[in-house]
């Protein structure tokens, strides 16, 4: 057996009687993916195949490639970008998302928040 550590966080608090979500995602060639959403509690990540890029509140955009992990940390964060970067090839990602209780597990961003918020993105460090 070989085992390697892809990720260790400690992750924000999370809600009793959470339950947990896997969930396999797969973009199509060039997908821009889904509109700026929040999720209700933490998601970590696994890409399994392909390059997509990546975009959370505070931070610039940046490439996640095949074999890398990746976590959010849910509730306000607003989870922006998660696009297919290949315009030729599917890319595949492994999500394990904490739902909470009560809560939609994805929560779109009305355009009146993106505006109002549009001056504090971070733009990607090649823009």
């Given at each position: 057996?070989?085992?390697?550590?892809?990720?260790?966080?400690?992750?924000?608090?999370?809600?009793?009687?959470?339950?947990a979500?896997?969930?396999?995602?797969?973009?199509?060639?060039?997908?821009?993916?889904?509109?700026?959403?929040?999720?209700?509690?933490?998601?970590?990540?696994?890409?399994?195949?392909?390059?997509?890029?990546?975009?959370?509140?505070?931070?610039?955009?940046?490439?996640?490639?095949?074999?890398?992990?990746?976590?959010?940390?849910?509730?306000?964060?607003?989870?922006?970008?998660?696009?297919?970067?290949?315009?030729?090839?599917?890319?595949?990602?492994?999500?394990?998302?904490?739902?909470?209780?009560g809560?939609?597990?994805?929560?779109?961003?009305?355009?009146?928040?993106?505006?109002?918020?549009?001056?504090?993105?971070?733009?990607?460090?090649?823009?």
């Amino acid at each position: 057996m070989v085992q390697k550590d892809l990720l260790e966080i400690v992750p924000p608090f999370i809600a009793q009687g959470s339950s947990a979500m896997i969930r396999l995602l797969e973009l199509p060639p060039g997908d821009p993916g889904l509109a700026p959403h929040r999720h209700s509690g933490p998601v970590f990540g696994y890409m399994l195949e392909g390059e997509m890029l990546f975009e959370l509140e505070g931070e610039a955009p940046y490439p996640i490639k095949a074999g890398e992990a990746f976590w959010e940390p849910g509730g306000d964060v607003i989870h922006y970008t998660i696009a297919n970067l290949l315009p030729d090839k599917t890319s595949r990602v492994i999500v394990v998302a904490m739902c909470a209780p009560g809560v939609e597990m994805i929560t779109m961003v009305s355009d009146e928040e993106l505006a109002a918020k549009a001056s504090e993105r971070i733009p990607a460090p090649n823009q």
